[in-house]
């Protein structure tokens, strides 16, 4: 069974830094590419970013390209999203999933506020 914990989201001050955390099991994570989504209030799910299984390709949405980076450890079997330059609208509960530029199969979501 495919198993995504995600972890790291906080309350940020708009300008500050967060690093969100995912933690794969049960399938072989060494393979799969991997992406992380976001869903703010009230609106659909938005895909950010998305990695290939070797760290060799990764992409990003316009949204988010210049401020946010993702990246792998695949000997921890986890996949991180580096988010800088945090601005209100990046408020949402993110999400990793599996797969490139894929929403599902993913985990629980980890919430990101931006206030001041």
């Known amino acids: 069974e495919v198993q995504l914990v995600e972890s790291g989201g906080a309350l940020v001050q708009p300008g500050g830094s967060l690093r969100l955390s995912c933690a794969a099991s049960?399938?072989?994570?060494?393979?799969?590419?991997m992406t992380w989504v976001r869903q703010a209030p009230g609106k659909g799910l938005e895909w950010l970013s998305s990695i290939d299984s070797g760290s060799k390709t990764s992409d990003y949405a316009n949204s988010v390209k210049g401020r946010f980076t993702i990246s792998r450890d695949n000997a921890k079997k986890t996949v991180s999203l580096q988010l800088n330059s945090l601005k209100t609208e990046d408020t949402a509960v993110y999400y990793c999933?599996?797969?490139?530029?894929?929403?599902?199969?993913r985990g629980q979501g980890t919430q990101v506020t931006v206030s001041s």
């Open positions: 049960g399938f072989i994570f060494n393979y799969a590419p």
């Open positions: 999933a599996m797969g490139w530029k894929a929403i599902q199969p």
